[in-house]
Structures are given as C-alpha cells and as structure tokens.
C-alpha cells in the first residue's frame, strides 16, 4: 500500500489500511467484558442498575478507545506493540472479571483492572517518543493516563462510596480528554479511513450483545412462554433497526477527514454522538433479557426500557447531523 506521511517526524499513514487480526483479537475480550455488564444489568433491571451500568460501560469503553486512537496513529504491527497489546488484554480480562459486581465484592479488581489499562496506554505512548512531531500528543496522553492510573488504584483500597467518588473523578478526565488534546488533531491526525472502521466494530459488538440477549430471553426460564418470544423477537427488530440506522442511513462508519480547526470539532463531535448509541443498544440488550421473566414489569421498568431504548435514534440523529459534510 501506498504510505502518505506529511513530515518524516510523523508516524506513516497507509493509504486504504484496514483493521488488523489483533485489533480483532483484541476486541473479542470486550465481547466478554459487555457481556458480563450486561448479564449483570439485566438482573438488576432498575434505574440504580442503569445509571451504575452506563457508568461502567462507559469507563470500558474509553479503555478501548485510548487503545484504539494510539492504534490509528502509531500502530506499526511491531513486535513490541503486539506484546504490550497482549498485557492490556490481560488488563481487560480483569476489567471483564470485576464488572460483574462492580459496585459489590469485586470493585478492587475492578479498579485495578482499569488502574493496568491505563498505565499500559501511557506506556505505550512514551515509547513511540522517536516521532518528534507527536511529542505534544504523546507528553499530553501520557500525562492523563498516569493520573487516572493513579486514580483508578488507590480507589481500589477506600471503601465504596469515596471509591466511586473517585471514579467518577477520573471518567471526567475521560470526557474532557477529547478537548484536551484537540490542539494536536490537525497534527498528528488519526487514520480517516481506520479510525470509522474501528467504531463500527464497537458497534458490531454491541449489536452483538443484541442479538445474544434475544437467545437469553428465550432460553430464560424451564419452558418457553409467550413473554420470552415477545422479547426475543423484539429484541432482534430493535437490533436490526440499529443496524440499519448505523450502517446504511447515517453511514456514520464512512471516511472522516480532518481538515482544519472545524474538522478536528466534527471529529469529536461524532465520537461524542456514539455514546447515545452505544447507550440505547446496550440498556436494550440487557432490556430484552429482563423483559423475558414471566413476572410483570412495573410502570418504572417500562419507562426505563422506553428510556433506553429511545437512546438510539437520539444517536443516530446527532451521528447523521455530524456526517453531512463527510466526504
């Protein structure tokens, strides 16, 4: 493949590059990792369990988004970043293994788990310093991750309520990173063409979990009942119209560009638009579980499925007003 490279202190970008078989690889533990969460969700169908599991998926997903901006601007498959790829799927195996119970016995590993993570995302960017280009990127990404890793450990230790406040206090830094390294966007620009694919494989996954809540709901109980193939089959419509509105209306998974200040903001708004739909597939996965039980809901459950569930055209619409101009 062609390589084009606008300063020889930059790291290379391949023309028509695509996902690697790592990638792949790597995306399958947090295929086990939403699983989990949202196996857990789904017994604990209420509003405390949705606003703790939002928290929590969202805490994984910025994992996999660190990993997957270094990746579209430094990854080289070399030796040495596929190792260090290795460990962080160790990390995420822990991750995987506390979010289960989060908020319960198993918080500490998954503190931990998060504390590894970042700390091997800060470590991956001190060793690409050869690319004297991306120092700023690389000091200001390196800088954030140690200081959630920090954060994230000693949460591992307080006792639940000041360990959440410390939580919260580092997925603000998650929020607020896309802002803080806006100034080298332009600079050190992530992968038009890869950085859309890797979104859209997050979002294979999650409609994933879709689909795998459709075969839970009707394997939920001794006998197959008429609630379980309501849900079922709910379920999967609701999956395959996510699909659609993902891939065929807003094609939100096309090249995207970065030209200028405006197109560093377009950029950061689409990843923003995500986090509804993300939001709206998942709560509807684990929706399509809890709705399977014989037991009937209550007016507060259905008004929480209905909430969920209206997350995903909120991010379809903001994904479609961000891709209008995208080329």
Known sequence: MNMAQASPDLPPQAHGRKVTWFELFFDLVFVVAVAQLSGAYAHHFDWAGAAGSVLLLLAMWWCWLGHTFHATRFDQQRPDQRRLGLVQIVAVCVIAYGVSDAFGARGPAFALGLAAFKLLLAVAYLRERRWRGAHGLIRAYAGLYLLQAALWAAS??????????????????????????ARFTTTVRPHSEHLPERFGLFTIILLGEGVASSVHALDHGNLLHVQ?????????????VAWVGYFEVTRAHDERVVTGASGGRDLRMWAYGHVPLYVGVFCQAAGTVAMASEASWTMSQTLLFGAGVAMTPLGLTLLRACSRNVV
């Open 156 to 181: 591992a230790v307080l006792a639940p309520s000041p360990r959440l406040a410390m939580w919260l206090v580092a997925m603000a830094l998650d929020l607020a990173s896309p802002w803080w390294v």
């Open 228 to 240: 379980a193939l309501a849900a079922a089959f709910s379920g999967l419509v609701l999956t395959f």
